[in-house]
Nanobody, 122 residues
Framework: QVQLIQSGGGLVQAGGSLRLSCVASGHIFTRYAMSWYRQAPGKEREVVAA????????NYADSVKGRFTISRDNAKNTVYLQMNSLKPEDTAVYYCKAGSPFSSQSPGDDYWGQGTQVTVSS
């Protein structure tokens, strides 16, 4: 079983930056791609970024390309989401997830972090 613990997030002004972290328990972190999702009020959860288990291949939603960067440190069982040039429309609860919609490197079950609020003020 995989447990994902998130940290980071908070309130920031438009144009600012935040970094989210997600630490995975267990020794199988390196098997899986990892993803970040977000869900704004009244909207469906959407994938923001994903990274393969090696960290070589990344994918981004068009809305965040050039502003967000996903990375991982397999030695620390941690995946990051660096968010720059934040906009009010980035306001949402952000979730990390084991696996990726762009890769077969996914566990059989759904494993999600607990969610982290990101609020961007105008």
């Amino acid at each position: 079983q995989v447990q994902l613990i998130q940290s980071g997030g908070g309130l920031v002004q438009a144009g600012g930056s935040l970094r989210l972290s997600c630490v995975a328990s267990g020794h199988i972190f390196t098997r899986y791609a990892m993803s970040w999702y977000r869900q704004a009020p009244g909207k469906e959860r959407e994938v923001v970024a994903a990274i393969t288990n090696s960290g070589i291949i990344t994918n981004y939603a068009d809305s965040v390309k050039g502003r967000f960067t996903i990375s991982r440190d397999n030695a620390k069982n941690t995946v990051y989401l660096q968010m720059n040039s934040l906009k009010p429309e980035d306001t949402a609860v952000y979730y990390c997830k084991a696996g990726s919609p762009f890769s077969s490197q996914s566990p059989g079950d759904d494993y999600w972090g607990q969610g982290t609020q990101v609020t961007v003020s105008s």
